[in-house]
């Protein structure tokens, strides 16, 4: 009975560790993959025209099943950089995986002049 129950404990903290190992490895593989994506995803972005920026939304389709990238826009407002920060445009692009759990975002900045 005694050898039975420290063979239960054992267990119960191996397959413990196990779990905490997948979960490890599962955020290690997003934040490998997501800067990756994110960037392959801006530079699709950025070389629209002006007139073509606007905020969107997908997926990464069979090739990366349950990411999700979505990219949103906005003027860039600044008194140091007066007149100039007109022609600024502040590009962000969120990445999340597993309903969420996993998130991450990069912005840039860009110039256009008219």
Do not use: C
């Not at 063979?7 to 979960?23: E, G, N």
């Not at 950025?46 to 099943?65: A, H, Q, R, V, Y």
């Not at 990238?69 to 003027?75: A, L, P, S």
């Amino acid at each position: 009975m005694v050898s039975m129950s420290i063979i239960a404990l054992v267990l119960v903290s191996v397959y413990r560790l196990h779990a905490q190992t997948i979960s490890m490895h599962q955020a290690a593989r997003f934040y490998t993959t997501a800067p990756l994506l994110a960037q392959n995803k801006m530079a699709e972005f950025e070389i629209k025209p002006l007139g073509e920026l606007t905020d969107d939304s997908g997926s990464f389709g069979d090739e990366f099943p349950g990411y999700n990238w979505k990219i949103t826009t906005g003027d860039v407002e600044s008194q140091a950089l007066g007149k100039t920060a007109e022609n600024l445009k502040k590009i962000d692009i969120t990445l999340s995986a597993g309903n969420d759990e996993f998130t991450y975002n990069l912005r840039t900045y860009r110039f256009y002049t008219e």
